[in-house]
């Protein structure tokens, strides 16, 4: 079973502009973390916040938690035809389950 | 440092047979986990492997199953093999178990794309 779920479940941006993805999650949480993954390869780790950290920021990343919410979300600033891929938030409590993904595709 | 390395890549077998699956975590990670990837199901958590105990395990039924040896590599093994495990198996490594209080982001290796025909 899943634990997070991100929306929307797909996003399309031109390059420059913002994009903005969310997660809510069901139980308590130790961390939740961010992963990339491109075209059916392996994923990429992102960033990872821990539940007493409310805000995170790697790069052109911007991630947020609100724990009283079971909600956080990724902002990818600026994005580049590069950042077309699928995003995937993992919460790490007992075990690390990770939701359906949001697939990204920014327009050159 | 070397990454999480996947063997084989690709893999085509038929219904009833069975299949190994290698994972050789990153040097020095003792948690090695197992992800099961499908267009429908998405990405589905099999097992997890801490110092070669089983620590955790999803919901799969028991051909699916795993082992981790002394130097944190990892085997799955699946057998009577069925058309719906045709999948991207994916294997994770990090410093700390999951569910740890300070956890660690997880290495994912490129995966082993598994076709039952």
């Known amino acids: 079973s899943q634990q997070g779920e991100e929306d929307p479940q797909a996003l399309s941006i031109q390059e420059g502009e913002n994009a903005t993805m969310n997660c809510s999650y069901k ?3 130790n961390n939740l973390q961010w992963y990339r993954q491109n075209s059916g390869r392996g994923l990429v780790h992102l960033i990872l916040i821990r539940s007493n950290e409310r805000e995170k920021h790697s790069g052109r990343l911007r991630v947020t938690l609100d724990t009283s919410k079971k909600s956080s979300s990724l902002l990818i600033t600026a994005s580049r035809a590069a950042d077309t891929a699928s995003y995937f938030c993992a919460t790490d409590q007992k075990d690390m389950r990770f939701g359906a993904g949001t697939r990204l595709t920014v327009k050159p | 440092k070397a990454g999480v390395t996947q063997t084989p890549r690709y893999l085509i077998k038929t219904r009833g047979q069975q299949v190994t699956l290698s994972c050789s975590p990153i040097s020095g990670h003792r948690s090695v ?6 267009p429908g199901q998405g990405l589905q958590f099999l097992f997890e492997y801490f110092s070669e105990t089983q620590r955790n395990k999803g919901n799969f039924p028991g051909r699916f199953s795993g082992r981790q040896f002394s130097n944190s590599r990892s085997e799955m093994n699946v057998s009577t093999l ?5 999948a991207l198996y994916l294997c994770a490594s990090s410093l700390t178990r999951q569910g740890s209080p300070v956890g660690y982001g997880y290495t994912f ?3 082993t794309r598994l076709t039952v025909v």
């Not at chain 2, 069925?82 to 045709?86: R, V």
């Open chain 2, 109 to 111: 290796g490129s995966g």
């Open chain 2, 33 to 38: 986990s197992w992800y099961q990837q499908t």
């Open chain 1, 27 to 29: 139980t308590s949480i």
């Open chain 2, 82 to 86: 069925e058309l719906g495990d045709s």
